[in-house]
């Protein structure tokens, strides 16, 4: 470290007050530094005397934890190595989009707009526009001046990457013209091809990493420590979304778009208005047909409704909007040998048939692995080991083989044989009469399925342990160290207890160890949705989990919901039917789950933990259907249903299927059968939809 300049007083006799003082001044001279080597290219101080200033900083910080500012330079850059990166709420969630492959779809995803919002023949218009293949980020704007810049992260949660973003040319850092108070602007951080492929060659010659593509190197360069690195590298912006707003920005997202150059983002220049599915349809092909030519990587078009008052109403379903949606770009595809099947045992035990390939470039990726589904699969394609295949990618899911090419005169090897028995437990592997997939038989005692569970457990959308890569997992579960999630959180005091430390174990280091107890501390708190997402229950993923969550509330109230299936009735199995969306299938799968005792061992020994956080309360609580139960039958008149449930469900309620005394309100439109006959056996209210639409303050016009 720096020594102290003579002036400077030795940290540790520093007063609070002089601490205070030191780290305000130190916090405006470092932000005036970065303005001039960032922003103005002028630098007025060598690296040295700089770096001596963060050291400074960073030395009275430690003393003085208390202290750090909101403004503290340590925040900005992330400055102490291993903190990373701070994290950053979203106001509003940064959603994904839902795909589409084809012309149907792209039909439907029109005529399932038009049905949503009980549309005549008016017409709807879209905005179509490329789809970057760089990162998402959130930029917030008060008062017109750039206040902080984030990842998009799991969509709820990001990192702060302000300073990095702020190096951005392309980065207005106070908005031309009027702008509401508040202002997120969402877009993509992105690499032009030219200027990746010259990094590549600079990288190279400096012995450094070179990225797989362009948007590797983007994610790789917005997430540098120190954003002096991210200031050299070539990253550019397009402007596309809004995040949360103060004023009014127009009614259209055509409008919004012109806006947003007005303020000084840049905009795709090729985004166009179309008003039919024809003429989206045929943007699609012209610019598909463009792609090559382009500076950048693009992977499909998106389609936006227009104007925002339908936006509104059409609403979410679960991570992606009802308004928008993302038209793929048919996958890229190349050539390669297949060497060799392998057999990978998932969370559930099912048998997942790997194909291991000489690497081959698709679509700028190197590519050695690739799955083959399932064995009918393999079947019914006749893939052999030494075959010649196939091999597509498109996006982000994971490589496939399409098909065997045909070799004139070259011996094939024989048919492919399905293993019977678990390849790491040798359990049988079973296959239920009309599933596809085959399974280990082994459970609890297959160690390939332990391994798999505790891996989605620590995984991004569950707890999102950072520092904790599979071969870890491997290893600890191999010496006992880690075989059920709780014991996760005993591995601090159990290492602090034991002879040979992590950090003196292969690959670790005292860094990389605390970062590693510190990752699990700080996941001891956790959402209740993404707590039941982590326990692997087969077919529960992300969204249901969700859905669990906001049903029941609580960890508790779910549990003792669940403890009642073990009596007769079965009313935990009825319960979870009864919410909407959740089907028979998927409510025996968490039945099933929650009955096996180990499973309820595992959600004891979590329960003594964690703090786990009831479910977020509804969007408006304030609103008298929040926290009831409705149930819609008949057709309504000024909606469609689809449209009425998800409006109740903004408003804090939650949808049912059918009728049960714990229904609050049945909402009955015309021609309405036998719920509402249900409703009047069981005593509970009906309400007319005219009723219903002033209980919810929505009277018809
Ligand atoms: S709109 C609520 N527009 O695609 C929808 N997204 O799969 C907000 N993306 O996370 C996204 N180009 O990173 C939108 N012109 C564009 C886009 C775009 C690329 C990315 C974005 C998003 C992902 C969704």
Not at 3 to 31: G, M, N, W, Y
Not at 41 to 47: K, W
Not at 609 to 616: H, K, P, R, T, V
Request: charged content about 25%; glycine content about 8%.
């Amino acid at each position: 470290m720096t020594a102290p300049r003579t002036q400077e007083q030795a940290v540790e006799t520093l007063s609070p007050d002089q601490a205070a003082e030191e780290l305000e001044r130190l916090a405006k001279a470092i932000a005036h530094h970065d303005r001039l080597y960032h922003q103005d290219d002028a630098p007025e101080i060598s690296d040295a005397d700089y770096d001596a200033l963060r050291a400074r900083n960073d030395a009275i910080e430690a003393r003085f934890p208390e202290l750090v500012r909101p403004d503290s330079p340590s925040r900005r850059v992330g400055a102490a190595p291993g903190t990373g990166f701070a994290k950053v709420q979203h106001a509003v969630p940064m959603l994904s989009l839902s795909n589409a492959f084809d012309a149907e779809d792209i039909a439907e995803f029109l005529a399932r707009i038009r049905r949503f919002l009980s549309l005549g023949d008016e017409p709807v218009e879209l905005v179509a526009e490329p789809k970057i293949d760089g990162l998402s980020i959130s930029l917030r704007y008060e008062a017109g001046r750039f206040v902080q810049g984030a990842t998009r992260g799991d969509g709820t949660e990001g990192e702060d990457v302000s300073a990095n973003l702020r190096t951005l040319k392309d980065l207005p850092k106070t908005l031309k013209g009027e702008a509401p108070g508040v202002l997120e602007v969402r877009g993509e951080v992105y690499m032009a091809r030219p200027d990746f492929f010259q990094l590549n060659r600079d990288q190279e010659a400096a012995g450094a990493k070179v990225f797989a593509n362009p948007r590797n190197a983007a994610a790789g360069s917005l997430r540098q420590l120190d954003s002096r690195i991210t200031a050299r590298r070539p990253l550019a912006l397009f402007a596309y979304a809004m995040g949360e707003v103060s004023g009014n920005v127009g009614a259209t997202h055509w409008d919004f778009l012109a806006r947003l150059r007005d303020w000084g983002f840049p905009t795709n220049p090729l985004a166009r208005l179309c008003t039919s599915l024809e003429e989206v349809l045929a943007f699609y092909d012209e610019i598909l047909a463009k792609r090559p030519e382009l500076p950048y990587d693009i992977d499909g078009i998106v389609y936006k409704v227009n104007r925002f008052d339908w936006q509104e109403r059409l609403g979410f379903v679960s991570r992606a909007p009802r308004w928008a949606t993302a038209h793929k770009f048919p996958a890229e595809q190349a050539q390669t040998r297949l060497e060799r099947i392998s057999i990978s045992v998932g969370r559930t035990g099912a048998l997942t048939p790997v194909a291991e390939l000489a690497p081959v470039t698709v679509g700028g990726v190197v590519v050695s692995r690739a799955t083959l589904h399932n064995e009918d699969e393999i079947a019914r394609k006749d893939i052999r080991e030494g075959d010649l295949v196939v091999v597509q990618r498109a996006g982000d899911v994971i490589p496939q083989v399409v098909e065997v090419v045909a070799e004139k005169g070259r011996k094939r090897e024989a048919p492919y044989a399905f293993p019977e028995v678990c390849p790491v437990c040798e359990s049988s592997a079973i296959r239920e009469p009309g599933e596809a997939v085959r399974r280990c038989t082994g459970g609890l005692i297959c160690p390939a399925q332990a391994v798999e569970r505790l891996r989605h457990f620590v995984s991004r959308d569950a707890f999102d342990i950072e520092g904790l890569g599979d071969k870890h997992i491997r290893a600890f579960f191999e010496d006992g160290l880690l075989t059920s999630p709780a014991d996760l959180f005993h591995l601090r005091a159990r290492d602090e207890a034991a002879e040979t430390k992590l950090q003196d174990r292969d690959g670790w280091g005292p860094t990389s160890a605390g970062k590693l107890f510190d990752a699990i501390e700080s996941r001891r708190r956790i959402a209740l949705d993404r707590l039941i997402y982590a326990l692997g229950i087969r077919q529960v993923g992300q969204a249901t989990a969700k859905l669990l969550a906001r049903n029941y509330g609580t960890f508790e109230a779910w549990r003792a919901a669940m403890a009642e299936s073990q009596d007769e009735t079965g009313s935990a199995y009825a319960d979870l039917v009864n919410i909407d969306q959740i089907g028979p299938l998927v409510a025996a799968d968490i039945v099933a789950f929650v009955a096996e005792p180990h499973n309820q061992a595992i959600l004891d020994a979590l329960a003594d933990e964690l703090e786990i956080e009831a479910a977020a309360a509804p969007a408006a609580s304030d609103s008298p259907v929040a926290g009831k139960t409705v149930v819609f039958t008949g057709t309504l008149t000024t909606m469609s249903r689809g449209e009425a449930k998800a409006r109740a469900e903004t408003l804090g309620a939650k949808v049912a299927g059918s009728v049960s005394k714990k229904t609050d309100y049945v909402v009955v439109g015309a021609d309405a059968g036998s719920k509402a006959r249900k409703a009047a056996e069981l005593g509970v209210a009906t309400l007319e939809e005219q009723e219903w639409l002033a209980m919810i303050g929505q009277d018809a016009p």
